[in-house]
């Protein structure tokens, strides 16, 4: 029987993007306002593409990740039933300038493999979306989510994929939404679209992924009952964004899923990786994608 990678008297690594959503879920837990029984935890704070990269590599032991990149790694982690991004009318929108909107709409489908467009990485749900709704996409271009809305401008790609904050500022810039992949997905799957999860490796005994769980339970439950103690975690990683949007931004990427996955997020979740299958990403899944309840 192999021991655990990690005690309870060593911090244990959590990686989560600088966005406001996330800010907002780990502050409690990681500036020790709620309980955390006796566990300590050293934040790794980087964009999402770069997290998914260091969970392929395993370097961390809790993440937030691309519940597509979660598809190649099941078998070195187990997705936590709390902290997920899941939701209604948050998903990927595929953008353009006006002036190239008719060229694009016309013959939408056929014009994808021409298009050359901007993607947040390759392992991102938002690039999982591209794929399913448009096969024949295949002149993408990785980028940092928050490039992407200039280079459209600039005229480097016809395209660009946003998430996160660039749903709220995009039509400020003069762009516009080519097509919204969230509710592509919503009308395909009757489900809602799980964006990111929150996941742990599976070495661990299950008393501490337990653990885990019902702290970051207890995190995001407290940022629900006390906004305004993480404004200053949030602001401090979110500089240029005006304090509209970053509410705008927790409004819509935490819910009562972040609070618990639930039977519907499960479903979702498990819908979302039979796609994956269907389209050759992956061979097989582990049955317990899930850290089980206590």
């Given at each position: 029987?192999?021991?655990?990678?990690?005690?309870?008297?060593?911090?244990?690594?959590?990686?989560?993007?600088?966005?406001?959503?996330?800010?907002?879920?780990?502050?409690?837990?990681?500036?020790?306002?709620?309980?955390?029984?006796?566990?300590?935890?050293q934040p790794v704070i980087e964009d999402v593409e770069?997290?998914?990269?260091?969970?392929?590599?395993?370097?961390?032991?809790?993440?937030?990740?691309?519940?597509?990149?979660?598809?190649?790694?099941?078998?070195?982690?187990?997705?936590?039933?709390?902290?997920?991004?899941?939701?209604?009318?948050?998903?990927?929108?595929?953008?353009?300038?006006?002036?190239?909107?008719?060229?694009?709409?016309?013959?939408?489908?056929?014009?994808?493999?021409?298009?050359?467009?901007?993607?947040?990485?390759?392992?991102?749900?938002?690039?999982?979306?591209?794929?399913?709704?448009?096969?024949?996409?295949?002149?993408?271009?990785?980028?940092?989510?928050?490039?992407?809305?200039?280079?459209?401008?600039?005229?480097?790609?016809?395209?660009?994929?946003?998430?996160?904050?660039?749903?709220?500022?995009?039509?400020?810039?003069?762009?516009?939404?080519?097509?919204?992949?969230?509710?592509?997905?919503?009308?395909?799957?009757?489900?809602?679209?799980?964006?990111?999860?929150?996941?742990?490796?599976?070495?661990?005994?299950?008393?501490?992924?337990?653990?885990?769980?019902?702290?970051?339970?207890?995190?995001?439950?407290?940022?629900f009952a006390y906004p305004k103690a993480s404004k200053a975690f949030v602001k401090q990683h979110?500089?240029?964004?005006?304090?509209?949007?970053?509410?705008?931004?927790?409004?819509?990427?935490?819910?009562?899923?972040?609070?618990?996955?639930?039977?519907?997020?499960?479903?979702?979740?498990?819908?979302?990786?039979?796609?994956?299958?269907?389209?050759?990403?992956?061979?097989?899944?582990?049955?317990?994608?899930?850290?089980?309840?206590?």
């Amino acid at each position: 029987m192999s021991l655990p990678e990690n005690t309870s008297s060593s911090p244990l690594t959590i990686g989560f993007s600088p966005c406001p959503n996330d800010c907002f879920i780990f502050d409690a837990m990681i500036h020790g306002k709620v309980d955390t029984e006796g566990l300590e935890f050293q934040p790794v704070i980087e964009d999402v593409e770069t997290l998914n990269q260091k969970a392929f590599d395993r370097e961390l032991d809790i993440t937030k990740l691309s519940y597509h990149a979660f598809a190649y790694i099941t078998k070195y982690y187990q997705l936590l039933n709390s902290g997920s991004a899941l939701g209604n009318g948050c998903g990927p929108l595929l953008i353009g300038k006006e002036e190239n909107l008719n060229y694009i709409f016309t013959n939408l489908e056929s014009k994808m493999s021409n298009l050359t467009i901007a993607i947040p990485g390759t392992f991102t749900t938002a690039s999982f979306l591209l794929a399913l709704a448009f096969p024949f996409a295949a002149n993408t271009i990785e980028m940092n989510f928050s490039e992407i809305e200039d280079a459209v401008l600039k005229g480097d790609v016809d395209a660009g994929l946003i998430i996160h904050e660039n749903r709220f500022t995009y039509e400020q810039k003069g762009l516009k939404k080519v097509i919204d992949l969230g509710e592509f997905w919503e009308t395909l799957a009757i489900a809602p679209i799980p964006l990111g999860g929150i996941v742990i490796k599976r070495s661990f005994d299950d008393e501490l992924k337990q653990k885990v769980n019902r702290i970051i339970r207890r995190s995001v439950e407290f940022a629900f009952a006390y906004p305004k103690a993480s404004k200053a975690f949030v602001k401090q990683h979110a500089q240029t964004m005006s304090e509209a949007v970053m509410k705008q931004h927790i409004d819509l990427y935490v819910n009562n899923y972040s609070i618990d996955l639930g039977r519907e997020g499960k479903r979702a979740v498990k819908l979302f990786f039979d796609k994956a299958l269907e389209l050759g990403l992956i061979d097989k899944l582990n049955e317990d994608l899930f850290v089980n309840p206590a």
